[in-house]
């Protein structure tokens, strides 16, 4: 990370690029007990919040990772009532879940109260169905929840973290995924943020790999422009534990998006040749 007067970087050392915003002014720069949290108004991409120095959300685009991440997952399943969200403090993931009529009870579970405080005060617009009596909002160890949760607990669990360091390492792991197997009900549906096709190839099959050994059946990646994470394209990787990946013709739910559309779900799930095995 580097900032001079004007200018955001997200360096990417590894692979020689950079992303740059236009900065007008930081508005909040404070150390929580697990990173530090940045949040700066931009000149053209609204409000940006990083953690450790990496771009989590900005106003502008967040739209397209928030509602990739939820809908393909949700509308794989018949009647996603119980869901998890591991992560997502800044609640961007609980308010798409939220748009799910089926929805009956979301559980939130972030590590750091301090990333979620951050966005109720200064990205409102994606906290404005926290207090939707269906949510709950635990600041816990996402891992601990969902070893310590019942067996087929939830339909659909998401995994809205960070890239693969730190605290965040874990929920790429093996030993997560078979947890969250036994969390999920029979026809039960996983999906997890799997970083960029261009930059991650070797991460999004090591994921796929793992989640096929921990016994999800089926798999699917969804890719989907991001401009401001790294390499400006992204993932979602969706795995069943049953049965099929597909957008049920009998139950298509009318969602109030700016990117997902029913249409989209198929297109998104094409993998560019270079991933297809
Ligand atoms: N989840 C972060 C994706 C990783 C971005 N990586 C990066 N900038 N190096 C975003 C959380 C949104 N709810």
């Given at each position: 990370m580097a900032i001079d007067d004007t200018w955001y970087t997200e360096e990417w050392a590894d692979q020689g690029s950079a992303i740059s915003l236009k900065i007008k002014t930081k508005l909040c720069d404070l150390q929580s007990p697990y990173q530090r949290i940045e949040i700066f108004e931009t000149e053209s991409f609204g409000r940006l919040m990083t953690l450790d120095g990496l771009v989590m959300v900005t106003g502008r685009d967040n739209f397209i990772y928030h509602e990739m991440l939820t809908h393909p997952a949700l509308c794989s399943h018949?009647?996603?009532e119980k869901v998890l969200i591991i992560g997502g403090g800044d609640c961007g993931t609980l308010k798409e879940v939220l748009?799910?009529?089926?929805?009956?009870h979301v559980d939130m579970v972030e590590l750091d109260a301090d990333v979620t405080h951050a966005a109720e005060e200064f990205f409102p617009e994606l906290c404005s169905?926290?207090?939707?009596?269906?949510a709950a909002i635990h600041f816990e160890d996402g891992i601990k929840w969902v070893k310590d949760a019942d067996e087929q607990r939830y339909d659909v669990i998401l995994v809205d973290s960070?890239?693969?360091?730190?605290?965040?390492?874990?929920?790429?792991?093996i030993e997560f995924y078979r947890q969250c197997f036994r969390a999920l009900t029979d026809n039960g549906i996983l999906a997890l943020q799997s970083e960029s096709p261009l930059f991650h190839t070797s991460l999004i099959q090591a994921v796929d790999d793992s989640l096929g050994q921990a016994g999800f059946a089926k798999r699917k990646l969804f890719h989907f422009p991001?401009?401001?994470?790294?390499?400006g394209w992204w993932s979602a990787t969706v795995a069943a534990k049953n049965g099929t990946l597909s957008v049920d013709l009998l139950r298509r739910p009318t969602l109030d998006t700016r990117y997902y559309s029913h249409e989209l779900y198929a297109a998104a799930a094409i993998p560019p040749r270079f991933l297809q095995s």
């Open positions: 018949m009647q996603p748009k799910h009529e089926a929805v009956k169905s926290n207090h939707d009596p269906r960070t890239d693969p360091v730190g605290p965040a390492a874990g929920l790429f792991e991001q401009c401001t994470y790294p390499s």
